[in-house]
Nanobody
Framework: QVQLVESGGGLVQAGGSLRLSCAASGSIFRTNAMGWYRQAPGKQRELVAAITSDGITNYADSVKGRFTISRDNAKNTVYLQMDSLKAEDTGVYYC???????????????WGQGTQVTVSS
C-alpha cells in the first residue's frame, strides 16, 4: 500500500504564509512527479504546482511568484511554501504523486486526503 499524508493547512489572514508538507510512504520503488492541487467550493480541482524528480517546476499562473514547491527525494516528501496568500487561495489542497511500486510495475497516480487552507480577507 501507498499512503500520502499531508499536513500544514489552516486558517491565515490575507498576506500571510503557510507551508504544506506531504510525505509518501509504503511500498515505493520510484517517485516521479509530485504536485499540489486545490479545489475551491463549487469549482473543479486545479493544478497549483508540480515538480519532477529532477527538480523541474511548473506553477499555475495565479500562484507564480507567491508559491514555491520543493521536494526531498530521500524522504519522498513534497512541500508547498505559500506566501502573500489571498482569499482566492482558499480551498482543499491535495497532494499528488506519480510513482512506481516495483521495478516491474508501471506508474500510477496517488492522492492524499486533502488539507483545508482558509485565507480570511
Amino acid at each position: 500500500q501507498v499512503q500520502l499524508v499531508e499536513s500544514g493547512g489552516g486558517l491565515v489572514q490575507a498576506g500571510g504564509s503557510l507551508r504544506l508538507s506531504c510525505a509518501a510512504s509504503g511500498s515505493i520503488f520510484r517517485t516521479n512527479a509530485m504536485g499540489w492541487y486545490r479545489q475551491a467550493p463549487g469549482k473543479q480541482r486545479e493544478l497549483v504546482a508540480a515538480i519532477t524528480s529532477d527538480g523541474i517546476t511548473n506553477y499555475a499562473d495565479s500562484v507564480k511568484g507567491r508559491f514555491t514547491i520543493s521536494r526531498d527525494n530521500a524522504k519522498n516528501t513534497v512541500y508547498l511554501q505559500m506566501d502573500s496568500l489571498k482569499a482566492e487561495d482558499t480551498g482543499v489542497y491535495y497532494c499528488n504523486a506519480n510513482l512506481r511500486r516495483s521495478m516491474r510495475s508501471g506508474s500510477s497516480d496517488y492522492w492524499g486526503q486533502g488539507t483545508q487552507v482558509t485565507v480570511s480577507s
